[in-house]
C-alpha cells in the first residue's frame, strides 16, 4: 500500500467548498483508486488522510492512536477496495470505519481525555481580541471544554467547524438525520457556552 502521512491539523478555508459534493475529476480519482491504480490511491490518502485523522482525534484525544487509525483505515480501503464500487460513498465508507476502529480502541483503553492535546485542534490563527496572554488562556480554555463532551458531540463539531463540511456530509458521515445533527450540534454549542470557565467574550465564541 502506499505511504500514510499524517497531515497538518490547520483549519482548512477551502474544505466547506470540498464538502459540497464530489466534483467529476474527484470521482474519477477514487473509482481509479478503487479499480486497482496505485498512484490514484495514493492521491486518495493525500485527499482524505486530513479528514480521517481528524476523526479519530476527536473520538481519541491522542495523536499517536489516531495517526494509527489513520493507518489502519487505509490498509482496509486497501485491502478491500476491489469490493468497494460506489466512489460516491467512499468519502463516508471511511469515516465509518475511522469512526468503528477508534471507538473499539477507546473501549479497550477507556481513557481520559487530555485537554492539552487539544492543542492541533485549535486555529491558532483565528483572530481573537486581546493581548497573546488573553489569545492562550482563551484557547486554553475551550480545549479543557471541548475535550469534556461526550464523543459524538466533538466528531460533529470537529466535522461541521474544524473540517468544514456541509450538513449532509456530515449526517452521511455519522449515519444521522438532519434533525438529529442540528440536535447534536446545538447540544453541544449550548454545553460550552453554559460552561463556567469561560468568559462571556469566549462563550460568544463557541
Known sequence: MPAVTTPVLTPSPAAADAA???DSAERIMVMAALAGDDEA???VIR????RVYVVAYAILQDR????DIVQETFLKAHHQRGKL???EKFPAWLVTVTRNGARDRLRRRRPQADAASFDSLVDHGAAT???AMETEEHQAHLRRALATLPEEYRTALTLRYLEGLDYRAIETAMGLSNGA???ILGRALGTLRRMPGLSP???SSV
Open 20 to 22: 459540497a459534493g464530489m
Open 41 to 43: 490511491f495514493e492521491t
Open 47 to 50: 485527499t482524505y488522510s486530513r
Open 64 to 67: 499517536s492512536e489516531a495517526e
Open 85 to 87: 464500487r460506489e466512489p
Open 129 to 131: 481580541p486581546g493581548s
Open 181 to 183: 445533527l442540528r440536535g
Open 201 to 203: 467574550l469566549e462563550r
